[in-house]
Each structure stands twice: as C-alpha cells, then as structure tokens.
C-alpha cells in the first residue's frame, strides 16, 4: 500500500514534466540496484550456478571415458569458521540449496573421520610433496625476513592459560596472509605438536573438519599427505583439501609444514570444491611462563596462513576479523582435553607420525637466516608519484557505492559486496 500511495501522489503533480521527473528520482535506484546485482552474480558466481549445465554436458558425454570429470577451480585461512557471522545475514534458501547439492555430489571419502585409511599408500623416502626450500620459507617468515609487506595488528587477547596475537598483510596478488602467536601455559611443545598433527582427536575441538582420510605416508621422514572436507559456513558448498605435510626439528623446536599439494589419486569433484592455494604452517617451541616464576614451561605458536576459498577476498577478511577470537579460543580447551587423553597413554597414528621428524641443527638455521639477509631488498613505491587526476573516476565510483548501500540495505553484507564491486571497478579505471 506503501508503494501505492507513493506512486498516486506522483501522478498528481500538476505538470507531465514533474510527473515524469519524480518517476525516474522513484524507479533511478531499482534500476542501479538491478545492475548492480547483474554484475555481481556476473563477476562472484558460485560453483553451484553451474551444476545444472555440467550434469548435461556430463550426460552428452558419458560415453567418452577419456574426458575429464570436472573443471579446474580457483587458485586463500585455519579460520574460515569466522565467516558463521555473514552466513547469518544470507537466506536460509540459499544454505539449503547448497548442502543439498554437496550431498548429491559428495566425495567419496567423506562421510568417515578415517586417519588409516584402507587405501593408505606408503612412501619410503618421498619428500617431494614437502621440501627444504618449504623449511627455508618458514625460518624466514618466523624471522621476518620473508621480504614481504609489514605485518599490521589486529588484535590481542587472552584467557587465564592462553594468550593471543594476530597480525595481518595483504600483497599485491593473492589472498591475505594471517601471522599469529599464542602461547599455551603449562603445555610441551611436543604436546602441541602431537595436539595439532592428530586428525582423529581434531573433529574434537575443530567442528568444521567432516571428514579427515591419510592417503599417503613415509616412516622415514614422516611426511603425510591428507585428505580433509570441511563445513563451509558460506552460500558455497564444502571445501575439499589434499594437503602435504612434514615437520623439523630442531633442539626442542619444531618447524611444521602444511600446504595444499596436487595430488592426482583423489579426483576432482563439483562439490566439494577443491581448495589449491592453501599454506598453513607454524612454529612451536618452549617459552618463558607468563606467571612471572622464570620457568619455560609455557609453549609458543607462530602460525602463518592464507588460503583462496573461492569467495571475494575483502568478504572473507571481514568474516575473519569479525570471528578470529571466537574461533581460536577453542584450541585452548581443546589442548587441556588432548593432555587428560594423552594421560592414559594411548598414541593415535597421526601422532605417532608426529613424532617422526627430519632433525635438523642450529647451524643449518643460521645458515638460512644468513642466506635470506643476503636477498635484496623489496621495492618501495612512492604514492606520491601516482597521478592525481586519475583519482577522480575513483572517487566518484566509490562515492556511488556508497550513497547506493546506504539507500538499499543497511545489511552488512550488502554494504561490504557493493563496496567490492565499486572498488574493483574503480582500479580499472585507476590502470587506464
């Protein structure tokens, strides 16, 4: 009635010229918005819009065994459960559809939580999946020598057994790369290490693993490699992961590697979608307790992450930040619950695999620290130096964006997709 009324009182303008101006000022922004949804649904459309097609083109061609099955997906972090905070303000239509059609489609390790799997394959001696080059690459971001951008801040907190930094830095291409520390008191770092390597006690603390399968290993180096699913809270289906892994030793501390690996025993399906670009890897040694007594009896974790979910990559920073906290202060009474089961002294396989590193010596380490001093020095560009006059494009693009979030929706995520489109539009205007 509201929309009647409205449009009654514009035909009672005196003239057509008033008539016809107050109905473009009433029907202007359906039109933008309209647009605007076509383009976003153009540039960030989800795998499952295009299920339907695939099941055809499958159909026509199922009798060619040669063809492949499924298409290559999208080349970013552990805390993509942060996202529960956008997936609030979506539809609920929009989650069905998605979980029906990973059902439909599902992997066919997914529906067990198996870290011995039957068709485990082991490996005597293979460490191409994890390397030194992948070691080397660790030292230095724990040492802060990666030659990457700065690292900025975005938040501390703590409870009475754990305390928690989390730093942030985006590069030029590729997702946002997360760097934390926490430190666990009255905890060993080879109790930690064992804690986070153990795929079988993880679906005990960590709710978004589904499913967790070992499909290769090696006893001489331990490295693994893994199959995981994991719950994507998001409008998307499940995320899929074959991830290498391996980690070193070094006195009483211990370098853990964890990266997405191509792996061709395990066949790409429509969903869950596969997820390439993943790093995930953290250092783990003994520190000084934070009670003040003097005593190393508390434990550091430096992790660095990034992976690409297959989402816009500014929604997902905003997912992370807004849920970070709440997701990692459930590693701690996760660990407190893995120390009380280790008390019986009952080892699983994945941690008795963690227990199987390649040692290396405090020489070695210095030698690659000493090596990453050497490199040169990353580029330093002057803002200054950029034209003014291309600024103006931007500036009205992005001044649009938000006249038009906060006429159309004062919805989070609305505000957060337009403000993408706007930017993304706007540094195409910035490189012409």
Same mark, same amino acid.
């Given at each position: 009635?509201?929309?009647?009324?409205?449009?009654?009182?514009?035909?009672?303008?005196?003239?057509?010229?008033?008539?016809?101006?107050?109905?473009?000022?009433?029907?202007?922004?359906?039109?933008?918005?309209?647009?605007?949804?076509?383009?976003?649904?153009?540039?960030?459309?989800?795998?499952?819009?295009?299920?339907?097609?695939?099941?055809?083109?499958?159909?026509?061609?199922?009798?060619?065994?040669?063809?492949?099955?499924?298409?290559?997906?999208?080349?970013?972090?552990?805390?993509?459960?942060?996202?529960?905070?956008?997936?609030?303000?979506?539809?609920?239509?929009?989650?069905?559809?998605?979980?029906?059609?990973?059902?439909?489609?599902?992997?066919?390790?997914?529906?067990?939580?198996?870290?011995?799997?039957?068709?485990?394959?082991?490996?005597?001696?293979?460490?191409?999946?994890?390397?030194?080059?992948?070691?080397?690459?660790?030292?230095?971001?724990?040492?802060?020598?990666?030659?990457?951008?700065?690292?900025?801040?975005?938040?501390?907190?703590?409870?009475?057994?754990?305390?928690?930094?989390?730093?942030?830095?985006?590069?030029?291409?590729?997702?946002?790369?997360?760097?934390?520390?926490?430190?666990?008191?009255?905890?060993?770092?080879?109790?930690?290490?064992?804690?986070?390597?153990?795929?079988?006690?993880?679906?005990?603390?960590?709710?978004?693993?589904?499913?967790?399968?070992?499909?290769?290993?090696?006893?001489?180096?331990?490295?693994?490699?893994?199959?995981?699913?994991?719950?994507?809270?998001?409008?998307?289906?499940?995320?899929?992961?074959?991830?290498?892994?391996?980690?070193?030793?070094?006195?009483?501390?211990?370098?853990?590697?964890?990266?997405?690996?191509?792996?061709?025993?395990?066949?790409?399906?429509?969903?869950?979608?596969?997820?390439?670009?993943?790093?995930?890897?953290?250092?783990?040694?003994?520190?000084?307790?934070?009670?003040?007594?003097?005593?190393?009896?508390?434990?550091?974790?430096?992790?660095?992450?990034?992976?690409?979910?297959?989402?816009?990559?500014? &929604?997902? #920073? *905003?997912? /992370?930040?807004? @849920?970070?906290?709440?997701?990692?202060?459930?590693? $701690?009474? +996760? %660990?407190?619950?893995?120390?009380?089961?280790?008390?019986?002294?009952?080892?699983?396989?994945?941690?008795?695999?963690?227990?199987?590193?390649?040692?290396?010596?405090?020489?070695?380490?210095?030698?690659?620290?000493?090596?990453?001093?050497?490199?040169?020095?990353?580029?330093?560009?002057?803002?200054?130096?950029?034209?003014?006059?291309?600024? &103006?494009? #931007? *500036?009205? /693009?992005?001044? @649009?964006?938000?006249?038009?979030?906060?006429?159309? $929706?004062? +919805? %989070?995520?609305?505000?957060?997709?337009?403000?993408?489109?706007?930017?993304?539009?706007?540094?195409?205007?910035?490189?012409?």
């Amino acid at each position: 009635m509201t929309l009647v009324s409205v449009f009654l009182e514009i035909l009672r303008k005196p003239t057509i010229g008033d008539v016809l101006n107050e109905l473009v000022i009433f029907i202007a922004p359906i039109w933008i918005a309209v647009i605007v949804g076509v383009l976003v649904g153009w540039a960030w459309k989800p795998k499952w819009a295009n299920i339907s097609r695939e099941m055809l083109i499958d159909c026509s061609d199922s009798k060619d065994p040669t063809r492949a099955s499924s298409d290559s997906s999208s080349s970013s972090f552990g805390f993509i459960s942060s996202l529960n905070s956008i997936k609030s303000q979506l539809p609920s239509c929009i989650s069905w559809i998605s979980d029906d059609l990973a059902q439909k489609d599902s992997f066919s390790l997914a529906p067990t939580l198996d870290s011995n799997s039957s068709s485990l394959q082991t490996s005597k001696g293979n460490t191409s999946f994890v390397t030194n080059q992948d070691l080397e690459h660790l030292c230095n971001l724990v040492e802060e020598k990666d030659g990457g951008p700065a690292w900025i801040h975005m938040m501390d907190c703590s409870t009475p057994t754990m305390y928690y930094q989390a730093w942030q830095r985006d590069l030029e291409a590729g997702p946002t790369e997360y760097r934390s520390r926490s430190v666990f008191e009255d905890a060993t770092p080879e109790m930690v290490r064992d804690f986070f390597w153990d795929d079988g006690f993880r679906p005990k603390w960590d709710k978004m693993l589904a499913s967790a399968a070992t499909m290769e290993e090696c006893p001489t180096t331990g490295t693994m490699v893994v199959h995981w699913v994991r719950k994507f809270p998001f409008f998307c289906s499940d995320r899929e992961y074959v991830i290498g892994r391996r980690i070193w030793e070094s006195g009483r501390s211990y370098y853990c590697v964890t990266k997405g690996v191509p792996y061709d025993s395990v066949p790409r399906k429509n969903a869950p979608r596969r997820v390439d670009v993943y790093y995930s890897s953290w250092c783990i040694r003994a520190v000084e307790s934070r009670k003040g007594d003097g005593q190393m009896t508390a434990c550091e974790v430096l992790l660095f992450h990034h992976e690409d979910m297959g989402i816009p990559w500014k &929604i997902a #920073k *905003l997912g /992370v930040r807004q @849920g970070m906290w709440g997701t990692v202060k459930k590693i $701690d009474p +996760g %660990l407190r619950a893995y120390q009380k089961e280790r008390a019986s002294g009952v080892v699983s396989h994945c941690a008795f695999m963690a227990q199987i590193n390649t040692k290396i010596s405090a020489d070695y380490l210095r030698s690659i620290e000493s090596k990453s001093n050497d490199s040169s020095e990353p580029e330093t560009h002057n803002p200054s130096e950029k034209p003014s006059g291309n600024n &103006i494009p #931007k *500036l009205l /693009v992005v001044g @649009g964006a938000i006249a038009l979030a906060c006429s159309l $929706d004062r +919805g %989070l995520l609305t505000k957060a997709v337009i403000f993408g489109v706007a930017r993304k539009f706007a540094n195409i205007g910035r490189r012409l």
